[in-house]
């Protein structure tokens, strides 16, 4: 398929107006900066109107000189740019992350003043207007003013960015800052001066222009973050000064001014000044963390509770002021040398704590040009004159007296002697052997004299038993005479006792008869009064009862009588008593005599007789039977 010339003309024109648009804009003097770029002009040379050269030593053109020019393009679209005139190089925008400064190095500008090493802030939109930096009088080399996170077009042809961290202080730290530009230190000081307003050194112009000095300065920084210029200031970490509970930090100032002394006529070891001034301050550091410079300042810690310092050989305490002092050797006035181990338990006021510093310069200093040599020359002098034996005999007494002189001796210094306390005394072998035998030798006789007095005891005992013993029979026979006396006393007076007591019992025993006849009199007359009363009422009762009983059988009789007639009542009656009383009508035994025997009447009896025998041995065997 064959296409006409004109149409691939007019279809390949545009394609090649859509691949080469930027060569042909370029050809035509079109410039197109995009959003993220700046464009960087140089002029290769000058036709017309414009200045043809730069000033000597100058690199940058802000009056349309040929060669690199200040103001760079924007984004946009920019015309007359034709590509034999101008040379556009594309830049990225200038990033500063969070968390890092920007330093800035300007390769064009005045010459840095003398002495001065960082070029002074210009006002120039953070360095993105070239042409106010050089125009505004702008120093080439490095300059103290920095730029924060940020994106900036910034005309590298005149900067050169150099990206830095941020400068962190952490907890519990300070931070030492030396600078690095600045007027000399004044004569005399080995630090700056303090200088207000400069925003913790993050403003180098503000720090300058108010005169502050170069090298090491008195003020220091917390912790945090800071946009420090690191062409500008060191910084150095160090811990911050902690003064422990119980004690307080004396300040030993090495700048400032010289200070009024505080301290006194009577203080000549030194001066006590004011805060802020060169040398010992009056005021010291309580407990606590501070921000202290130690390149300029000092802090000596005081202990300010009871100190104790031993000289013993094999003991030191946790402060460690007394790890170089040891067992204190001293001589009798016999020639024995002997050791002894001290204890000093001492007290530093606060208030007084300045002053001992200002003296001694530090606690070690105290124990060893004070304490050290004053213990140990007294207990070598206090032994010199006594011998070993009445030095441990006189202990207590020495340790008092020990007490009061270097009591007496500190409170010179400023220091308050608590107390002191003698520890170990060993004397020499051989004087202890010796005072060994001797104390066996004098413990032996005193054991012997102690045998002796036993045994003169034990002969004093055995008379004193014998005599005891026959004082005993003695005893015996007078207390039973005693006994023998009071047992007859007591049978006189049981037998007084008894009489009267059976005497007494007798008429008790009359009185008592008396009045129980008494009583039972009247009790019998009572019981006869009631038991008549009772027989009285009850025959009245009877006589009433057989009347009226009487009355109901006659009319009743009387009205049998009637009915049956008088004899076959009469033979009712007795037929019903017999029966009633059960009489017999038939003998149990008949006995009679038969009409042939002669002896009739004399049977009978004889009958009779047996009968009555007979009856009474049943009555008698009835009666020796017993009863259930």
């Given at each position: 398929?064959?296409?006409?010339?004109?149409?691939?003309?007019?279809?390949?024109?545009?394609?090649?107006?859509?691949?080469?648009?930027?060569?042909?804009?370029?050809?035509?003097?079109?410039?197109?900066?995009?959003?993220?770029?700046?464009?960087?002009?140089?002029?290769?040379?000058?036709?017309?109107?414009?200045?043809?050269?730069?000033?000597?030593?100058?690199?940058?053109?802000?009056?349309?000189?040929?060669?690199?020019?200040?103001?760079?393009?924007?984004?946009?679209?920019?015309?007359?740019?034709?590509?034999?005139?101008?040379?556009?190089?594309?830049?990225?925008?200038?990033?500063?992350?969070?968390?890092?400064?920007?330093?800035?190095?300007?390769?064009?500008?005045?010459?840095?003043?003398?002495?001065?090493?960082?070029?002074?802030?210009?006002?120039?939109?953070?360095?993105?207007?070239?042409?106010?930096?050089?125009?505004?009088?702008?120093?080439?080399?490095?300059?103290?003013?920095?730029?924060?996170?940020?994106?900036?077009?910034?005309?590298?042809?005149?900067?050169?960015?150099?990206?830095?961290?941020?400068?962190?202080?952490?907890?519990?730290?300070?931070?030492?800052?030396?600078?690095?530009?600045?007027?000399?230190?004044?004569?005399?000081?080995?630090?700056?001066?303090?200088?207000?307003?400069?925003?913790?050194?993050?403003?180098?112009?503000?720090?300058?222009?108010?005169?502050?000095?170069?090298?090491?300065?008195?003020?220091?920084?917390?912790?945090?973050?800071?946009?420090?210029?690191?062409?500008?200031?060191?910084?150095?970490?160090?811990?911050?000064?902690?003064?422990?509970?119980?004690?307080?930090?004396?300040?030993?100032?090495?700048?400032?001014?010289?200070?009024?002394?505080?301290?006194?006529?009577?203080?000549?070891?030194?001066?006590?000044?004011?805060?802020?001034?060169?040398?010992?301050?009056?005021?010291?550091?309580?407990?606590?963390?501070?921000?202290?410079?130690?390149?300029?300042?000092?802090?000596?810690?005081?202990?300010?509770?009871?100190?104790?310092?031993?000289?013993?050989?094999?003991?030191?305490?946790?402060?460690?002021?007394?790890?170089?002092?040891s067992t204190i050797t001293v001589r009798s006035k016999d020639g024995f040398p002997f050791n002894l181990d001290v204890s000093q338990i001492i007290h530093i006021p606060n208030y007084e704590a300045p002053k001992v510093i200002a003296r001694f310069g530090n606690m070690h200093n105290l124990v060893s040009q004070v304490l050290e040599p004053t213990i140990g020359?007294?207990?070598?002098?206090?032994?010199?004159?006594?011998?070993?034996?009445?030095?441990?005999?006189?202990?207590?007494?020495?340790?008092?007296?020990?007490?009061?002189?270097?009591?007496?001796?500190?409170?010179?210094?400023?220091?308050?002697?608590?107390?002191?306390?003698?520890?170990?005394?060993?004397?020499?072998?051989?004087?202890?052997?010796?005072?060994?035998?001797?104390?066996?030798?004098?413990?032996?006789?005193?054991?012997?004299?102690?045998?002796?007095?036993?045994?003169?005891?034990?002969?004093?005992?055995?008379?004193?038993?014998?005599?005891?013993?026959?004082?005993?029979?003695?005893?015996?026979?007078?207390?039973?005479?005693?006994?023998?006396?009071?047992i007859a006393d007591a049978s006189v007076k049981k037998a007084q006792g008894e009489a009267q007591s059976l005497k007494l019992q007798a008429g008790a025993e009359a009185e008592r008869v008396r009045v129980q006849a008494s009583a039972e009199s009247e009790r019998i007359k009572l019981i006869a009064n009631a038991e008549a009363e009772k027989i009285s009422?009850?025959?009245?009762?009877?006589?009433?009862?057989?009347?009226?009983?009487?009355?109901?059988?006659?009319?009743?009789?009387?009205?049998?009588?009637?009915?049956?007639?008088?004899?076959?009542?009469?033979?009712?009656?007795?037929?019903?008593?017999?029966?009633?009383?059960?009489?017999?009508?038939?003998?149990?035994?008949?006995?009679?005599?038969?009409?042939?025997?002669?002896?009739?009447?004399?049977?009978?009896?004889?009958?009779?007789?047996?009968?009555?025998?007979?009856?009474?041995?049943?009555?008698?065997?009835?009666?020796?039977?017993?009863?259930?």
């Amino acid at each position: 398929m064959n296409f006409p010339i004109s149409t691939i003309i007019s279809i390949a024109i545009p394609l090649l107006c859509l691949v080469f648009y930027k060569f042909i804009f370029r050809l035509l003097g079109i410039i197109i900066i995009p959003e993220d770029k700046i464009g960087l002009v140089t002029k290769k040379f000058v036709l017309f109107g414009d200045k043809k050269s730069l000033p000597e030593g100058r690199i940058i053109a802000t009056e349309g000189e040929a060669g690199y020019q200040a103001k760079p393009l924007a984004p946009g679209i920019y015309f007359w740019y034709w590509i034999w005139q101008f040379d556009i190089t594309l830049q990225s925008l200038t990033i500063i992350p969070t968390g890092q400064i920007g330093l800035i190095l300007a390769k064009d500008g005045k010459e840095l003043e003398t002495g001065s090493i960082l070029a002074r802030k210009i006002e120039c939109d953070g360095f993105q207007d070239t042409e106010s930096f050089l125009k505004n009088g702008g120093r080439k080399g490095r300059q103290t003013a920095v730029i924060t996170a940020g994106s900036y077009r910034i005309n590298t042809f005149l900067f050169e960015v150099v990206i830095t961290d941020i400068t962190e202080i952490h907890e519990n730290m300070v931070g030492i800052i030396t600078t690095m530009d600045g007027a000399s230190i004044d004569a005399g000081q080995i630090a700056g001066k303090s200088i207000e307003g400069h925003n913790n050194f993050q403003d180098a112009d503000a720090f300058l222009s108010k005169g502050g000095n170069k090298g090491l300065q008195q003020q220091v920084i917390l912790a945090g973050s800071y946009n420090l210029n690191p062409w500008f200031v060191k910084v150095e970490e160090i811990h911050m000064t902690e003064i422990p509970i119980g004690h307080v930090g004396v300040v030993i100032s090495y700048v400032g001014e010289e200070g009024v002394d505080l301290s006194g006529t009577e203080f000549k070891h030194g001066n006590i000044v004011a805060k802020g001034y060169k040398g010992v301050w009056a005021e010291a550091f309580g407990p606590g963390k501070y921000p202290v410079n130690t390149y300029v300042q000092k802090i000596e810690i005081v202990p300010t509770t009871n100190l104790v310092l031993n000289w013993a050989s094999a003991r030191s305490e946790s402060h460690q002021l007394d790890k170089n002092l040891s067992t204190i050797t001293v001589r009798s006035k016999d020639g024995f040398p002997f050791n002894l181990d001290v204890s000093q338990i001492i007290h530093i006021p606060n208030y007084e704590a300045p002053k001992v510093i200002a003296r001694f310069g530090n606690m070690h200093n105290l124990v060893s040009q004070v304490l050290e040599p004053t213990i140990g020359n007294y207990f070598r002098n206090s032994a010199q004159d006594s011998d070993v034996i009445s030095f441990l005999g006189s202990r207590k007494e020495r340790q008092e007296t020990a007490r009061r002189y270097i009591g007496e001796v500190l409170s010179q210094y400023n220091v308050n002697a608590v107390d002191t306390l003698i520890g170990d005394i060993v004397p020499p072998e051989s004087l202890m052997k010796t005072l060994t035998d001797r104390k066996l030798a004098e413990e032996q006789k005193v054991t012997y004299d102690t045998q002796k007095m036993a045994q003169e005891t034990r002969q004093a005992l055995e008379k004193e038993t014998a005599i005891a013993d026959i004082q005993k029979d003695i005893v015996k026979a007078d207390q039973g005479v005693i006994i023998a006396e009071r047992i007859a006393d007591a049978s006189v007076k049981k037998a007084q006792g008894e009489a009267q007591s059976l005497k007494l019992q007798a008429g008790a025993e009359a009185e008592r008869v008396r009045v129980q006849a008494s009583a039972e009199s009247e009790r019998i007359k009572l019981i006869a009064n009631a038991e008549a009363e009772k027989i009285s009422k009850t025959g009245t009762a009877e006589a009433e009862k057989i009347l009226a009983i009487g009355k109901a059988d006659a009319e009743a009789y009387k009205l049998a009588v009637s009915a049956m007639g008088e004899g076959n009542f009469t033979q009712l009656k007795i037929t019903e008593s017999i029966g009633k009383e059960k009489i017999k009508v038939m003998p149990d035994i008949l006995i009679t005599g038969g009409s042939n025997d002669q002896n009739g009447a004399l049977s009978g009896l004889l009958g009779l007789r047996l009968m009555e025998e007979v009856g009474k041995k049943a009555d008698k065997v009835a009666t020796e039977t017993p009863k259930e």
